[in-house]
């Protein structure tokens, strides 16, 4: 599990630095901004901008698409936070945490774990374009 905070963890420890070199020289209020900065970042790095993550296996029978990601991939970010109100239409599989998910990407994927990656009706996609995503995610029947 502590492999999926490395990047908040990092973040938060560099912005913790920063602040406490600010704050040092007699810059209080830089200190703070940096701070908030480096938190938000930690934050958006967690995995706690996700959906819970289930295993392959369960998202393999909950028959709805499947969306493999893993914290700190800019581009899942970038798709996570399009698919706001429509995240949870879809099984998020951290691939991190589950072999059999990097087992699935690199299958997709030319033996690459690029992610995110993105199985609708059975046929998966690398790295689509969020409001593709979106557009699938919002046409199939809600479920959480």
Same mark, same amino acid.
């Given at each position: 599990?502590?492999?999926?905070?490395?990047?908040?963890?990092?973040?938060?420890?560099?912005?913790?630095? $920063?602040?406490?070199?600010?704050?040092?020289? +007699?810059?209080? =209020?830089?200190?703070?901004? &940096?701070?908030?900065?480096? /938190?938000?970042?930690?934050?958006?790095?967690?995995?706690? *901008?996700?959906?819970?993550?289930?295993?392959?296996?369960?998202?393999?029978? +909950?028959? =709805? %698409?499947?969306?493999?990601?893993?914290?700190?991939? &800019?581009?899942?970010?970038?798709?996570?936070? *399009? $698919?706001?109100?429509?995240? +949870?239409?879809?099984?998020?599989?951290?691939?991190?945490?589950?072999?059999?998910?990097?087992?699935?990407?690199?299958?997709?994927?030319?033996?690459?774990?690029? /992610? %995110?990656?993105?199985?609708?009706? +059975?046929?998966?996609?690398?790295?689509?374009? %969020?409001?593709?995503?979106?557009?699938?995610?919002?046409?199939? %029947?809600?479920?959480?």
């Amino acid at each position: 599990m502590l492999r999926s905070w490395r990047f908040a963890l990092l973040a938060l420890v560099i912005g913790v630095t $920063l602040a406490g070199w600010s704050a040092y020289g +007699g810059s209080g =209020k830089s200190a703070v901004v &940096q701070l908030a900065v480096f /938190v938000v970042l930690a934050f958006l790095f967690s995995p706690l *901008v996700f959906p819970r993550s289930v295993s392959a296996a369960e998202a393999a029978v +909950g028959g =709805k %698409p499947i969306v493999y990601w893993r914290p700190g991939c &800019q581009y899942c970010l970038r798709l996570r936070l *399009v $698919l706001i109100g429509a995240a +949870g239409r879809a099984s998020w599989v951290n691939i991190w945490a589950d072999p059999e998910a990097a087992a699935a990407v690199r299958a997709v994927a030319d033996g690459n774990e690029t /992610v %995110p990656t993105v199985v609708v009706d +059975g046929v998966g996609r690398v790295n689509p374009g %969020p409001r593709w995503v979106r557009e699938r995610l919002r046409a199939g %029947p809600v479920g959480e």
